[in-house]
C-alpha cells in the first residue's frame, strides 16, 4: 500500500469528495442513501468526526465519518455513521487504520464510546470489529435502513448489529496494540457449544441445524464468508441465513448472552461468533 496521509475535513469541496466515495463504495444510485453536503457541514461544526485518507496523487480513497449521540440514560458517544475504503484499498489495514484515527480524535475530546451497526452476515467486517478493534455486541435490530439501493445490501433485509467500541478499556487497547501481530486464539472457542450446524450446499454454506434453548456460558454461532456474492448468486439461501441469525441473535441477547469475539476460518470459507453470558 502507497504512503497515505490522514488529515480532518471541513470544506465543501473535501465534503464532495467524501460523497463521490459512497457512491463508489456502496454503489449508491439515489441520493436519500447519501449524506450530503449540507449535513457534512452542521455535523462537523458540531462535533463529527469526519477523516479522509488520500493518496500520493492526493486523491481521497478512505474516510471515516462519526456524529455526536446520546445513548440511554446519560451514555455521550461518537456514533460511526460510515467507514468506506475504495476496492483496491480493501483488504490493505486502511479501514483499521481510519478506525484508529477515529478513536484517537474520540479519547482526545474526552468520548469512552463509539457505536456503529454492521451487517453481522459481512463475516471480514465481523473480523475488523471484534478480532482488530475489540468490540462486543449485545443489541440487534431489524431492517435498519430499509430498502437500499446499494450494491451491497440489496436483496435481504437491513439487519444490524451494534458494535460497542469502549476506547478506553484495557481489552481494546491490547486488541489495538497488537496490530498484525495478534496471536491466534481459537483456544478460546474450547467448550463453546455450536448452537447451529452447517454444511457446503452448492459451494455456499447452509444450516443443518438451529437449536435456540441452550443455556451453556459460551456458545458459537458459524456464519459464511462471501454474504454479498451469496446475495447475488443464491438470493434465496443468502435471505434463509437472514432470518435464521436474526433468530438466533435475537433469541439469545433475550437471555442476557452478548458477542465477545469473532474468529475468520479463511481456509474453511466461514467464521465463528463466541456468545458469552455473565462478566466476560
Known sequence: MPELRFRDLHTADEYRQVMDLEARVWGFTDLNDMVTVPVFTITVKRGAILIGAYDPSDHM??????????KPPRQVLQWSHMLGVLPEYRNSGLGRTLKLAQRHKALAQGYEL????Y??????NAHLNFTKLGVVAEEYHR???????????KGTPTDRLVAQWWIARPHVERRV???????????ALAGAVPINETHASHSWLANTSVDLALDERRLVVEIPMGFTEMQRE?????????MQTREIFETYFRQGYRVVDF???????RGRYLLAIGDE
Do not use: C
Request: hydrophobic share 45%.
Open 61 to 70: 480513497v478512505g474516510f471515516v465519518y462519526s456524529i455526536v449521540g446520546m
Open 234 to 242: 443464491a438470493p434465496a439461501l443468502a435471505l434463509e441465513w437472514r
Open 143 to 153: 431492517n435498519v435502513y430499509g430498502e437500499s439501493t446499494s450494491v451491497l445490501h
Open 177 to 187: 496494540s497488537a496490530g498484525s501481530s495478534l496471536p491466534v486464539r481459537t483456544d
Open 119 to 124: 451487517d453481522p452476515l459481512q463475516a471480514m
Open 114 to 117: 463509539i457505536e456503529w451497526t
Open 263 to 269: 474468529f475468520l476460518d479463511r481456509t474453511h470459507q
